[in-house]
């Protein structure tokens, strides 16, 4: 019954993946002295504009996209010609699309800056390193509420339904659970190793964070259409 869509979400998820492998290859190949390491930083920037510019596209080309609202003043009034219905209606949907643009990108901000606060009231340093754990709010950021943009656009109580018990609607409301719980789980489980004496490149903060939440991410988009392929069967949706 979902085949198709567990197929695009596949395809679509090898996009993003791939992504996360070029923007770490290319670069080191370009740039002298460029690794995961000794250039956390540009690293982790280059895979989240990387993630970000991918699954922007990729969702846009699949038709993967919030409604839009049908009904607005514009709809509701009856001009006298059919041209000044056509101007009335594109005025209407491109000041909703604007809007709906301008939106998102305060909720990402937004986001930003929760994740940041989040990350400190865990343990991460206030003042000192607020450079790479801001850096580490945007990957964050990123990997998940870019997902929930593109999936279900500035709403917030569609966010709170996609992750409430029983919530999904649909293979990438399902999707985005798994993909934004196992980021979340990586770069929590990517922070055990900080403390610990081994002296490793990668226990400087937030090295083992970000690279855990990378790798949380890879597992999300590898899990996700696998689980769903596997309870296809069992998997009911209904309209709330």
Known sequence: MWDHEIRAMASTHA????????????PAALVR??????????WLYAVSGAVAAVSVAAFWLLGISPPTKKHTLGYKEFPKSRCQAFSKGSQDKLIYKLSRLFRSCVY???????????????????????LETFSLAVLLTSL?????????GPNVQAWIRV????????????????????TLVGAWVGAFPIPLDWD?????????????????????????????????????????
């Open 33 to 42: 002295g460029f690794s995961v390491y000794g250039t956390h930083l540009p």
């Open 144 to 152: 998940t509420t870019l997902r929930c943009l593109c999936v279900l």
């Open 163 to 182: 992750f409430s018990r029983h919530g999904a609607m649909s293979v990438w409301d399902t999707c985005l659970q798994i993909t934004v719980a196992c």
């Open 200 to 240: 490793r490149p990668w226990q400087v903060w937030p090295v083992s964070c970000s690279l855990g939440a990378t790798i949380g991410f890879l597992t999300g988009l590898v899990a996700a259409p696998a689980w769903i392929h596997y309870h296809r069967k069992q998997l009911t949706y209904k309209c709330k």
């Open 15 to 26: 996009i993003i993946a791939a992504s996360v492998f070029m923007a770490t290859v290319v």
């Open 108 to 130: 990402f901000f937004l986001s930003c800056l929760f994740f940041h606060a989040v990350v400190v009231l865990y343990g991460a340093p206030l003042i000192e390193s607020a």
